[in-house]
């Protein structure tokens, strides 16, 4: 079986590669950083430092890459059995054309075997996003055919993977928590029948995709911002702050109600799934920047991601919601003059006001009395 990654960063090397090589796969790995690429097709494998309560070092075999804007990385697609990406969701749509391209020269060179493609990004629906950009460059005559054949299959990924410095001057190694979650949704898959250990199937996405989304980013976010507010370098930093640590488990049980009651988590399932992630963020081996975490704020506070989107369900159902209030005001104060997004953040406070900033930040869908609730807060935390 034969896997094409596009994207041989950590998160690329450290889970999803990982997961299919140590399944027996071919991974060929895509990507613009020449020192990646040219490493890996040296020394055709890399070390994970896995670490935990059942602390490892693995070798990740039988790998290579290629340039992900090149002919080579098309051809691969031709004879690939799976797609995987790693590359963010803002870079999914500049890898469409060259997806695009291979299943073209597939179709061409005669090859109908399914394909399938999982977008493993940290966005909801990140494979349906890429289809939706790929499709564009695909003739009309061609794209029954591809629905047909090739299976565009959304996921939910989880594995916190914080930057490291290489060990030993190898900048291939990368170093990941023990936990780790990859489920994909059966349904929106063709002629798949291989079994993968470390992917999970589901014909329920939407419930595991709202809880990661809802639980570990929601928090992951909350402490990276009140982490920030109150000088703390890193999550697990963040997370020994008590009060902090309060507001977090406090945000997460108010997002968590929305799930139990939108999806049917029994209430001591989704308190050890709290209790399972906070002991990930004070996990003593990962040193996770705050502000890497934190980075591009304003997709955080979009409509449909981990701050606002579990805000609107507590408002739907009726649900306290004052932790989370908490922080959305501690992700307004996220200043990094590295980010593209904080500045702009701080911009559009400054210039605009805080209600009417915020507003536009999360599409206009928060009730006045609620932007209120959040600018007190955001006051309160800016003295």
Known sequence: ????????????????????ADAGWKVTFADVDPTLVERLNKQKSYRVDVVGDRASQD???????VFSNSDDVVERICAADLVTTAVGPSVLPRIAPVLAAGIVRRLAAGNRMPLNVIACENTMRGTTQLKQAVMPHLAPDLQAEVEAMVGFADSAVDRIVPPSTPADGDPLRVVVE?????IVDRTQLKGWDAVVPGM???DNLAAFIER?????????AVAAYLGFVNGCATIRDAIANTLIRWIVRGAMEESGAVLI??????????AAYIEKI???????FLQDDVKRVGREPLRKLSTNDRLIRPLLGTLEYGLPHGNLVSGVAAALCYRNEADQQAQEMQ??????????ALARFSGNTLLPEILSEIVTAWRRLSR
Do not use: C
């Open 278 to 284: 906070l002991g990930r963020f004070a996990n003593p």
């Open 212 to 220: 990661k989304l809802f639980t570990l980013n929601t928090g992951h």
């Open 59 to 65: 070798l990740v075999t039988g790998v290579d890459a």
């Open 261 to 270: 009651r939108r999806y049917g988590f029994t209430p001591a399932q989704h």
């Open 200 to 202: 999970e199937l589901t």
């Open 1 to 20: 079986m034969e896997a094409v990654q596009f994207g041989a960063g950590n998160i690329g090397r450290g889970f999803i590669g990982k997961i299919l």
């Open 178 to 182: 023990e936990f780790s979650e990859w």
């Open 347 to 356: 911009t559009v406070l400054a210039h605009d006001g805080a209600e009417a």
